[in-house]
Nanobody
Framework: AVQVVESGGGSVKAGGPLTLSCASAGDTYRNYCMAWFRQAPGKGREGIAAINNKYAKGYADSVKGRFTVSKDNAKNPLYLQMNNLKPEDTAVYYC??????????????????WGKGTLVTVSS
């Protein structure tokens, strides 16, 4: 099994930055995808950023240009640097780990292991 734990959520004013971290441990996949998802109140879960073990990245249009996903190496945490935050970015943010399969998609069914989420609240 793989344990996934997010941290770094909090409250921030619109336009401000916030960085989330995700630590994963256990029987991680050798060729893996890791991704950030979010779920806003009353809405479904949305995939927003993904990265594979070769550090190729992909983003949802809703965050492209504002959010950056990074992972320095296999041992370091996964990060999500969020800039120019908007009230509509308010959500519970989840980190997920799964096997690499041609691409790292933003579809939740590619990911087997999930953290419990961390809340980000953006006020206007």
């Amino acid at each position: 099994a793989v344990q996934v734990v997010e941290s770094g959520g909090g409250s921030v004013k619109a336009g401000g930055p916030l960085t989330l971290s995700c630590a994963s441990a256990g029987d991680t996949y050798r060729n893996y995808c890791m991704a950030w998802f979010r779920q806003a109140p009353g809405k479904g879960r949305e995939g927003i950023a993904a990265i594979n073990n070769k550090y190729a990245k992909g983003y949802a249009d809703s965050v492209k240009g504002r959010f950056t996903v990074s992972k320095d190496n296999a041992k370091n945490p996964l990060y999500l640097q969020m800039n120019n935050l908007k009230p509509e970015d308010t959500a519970v943010y989840y980190c997920a780990h799964g096997p690499f399969d041609r691409i790292c998609s933003l579809a939740s069914n590619q990911y087997n292991y999930w953290g419990k989420g961390t809340l980000v609240t953006v006020s206007s």
